[in-house]
């Protein structure tokens, strides 16, 4: 089966709109950093300052959230595809 365009009369997203997206690693040095990086790709205005973060009870793992405007769905699967395909990425909701 394909994935066919979502319409935007049809789409739960109203664009632009702020949306924030979880992101779970390892604790260790440079993993913030990345998903600024990464967050930058997609939305050249994000502001690195807004980042959540919310380690894990242990210390050994950091949640993020970070919060992106999203322009439309194919810029939002384009950024869970590269969040998830990250080394340093356990999990992204």
């Known amino acids: 089966m394909m994935n066919r365009p979502i319409p935007p009369e049809e789409s739960l997203i109203e664009y632009p709109s702020a949306f924030p997206i979880k ?43 970070i919060t992106v405007t999203a322009t439309s769905r194919d810029q939002l699967d384009e950024l869970y595809r590269t969040l998830t395909s990250h080394p340093m990425v356990k999990v992204v909701l």
């Open 23 to 65: 992101v779970m690693g390892a604790h260790v040095e440079g993993f913030e950093a990345a998903i600024v990086a990464v967050a930058l790709q997609f939305d050249p205005e994000f502001d690195p300052d807004s980042v959540e973060r919310r380690p894990s009870a242990g210390g050994n793992y950091l949640g993020l959230t």
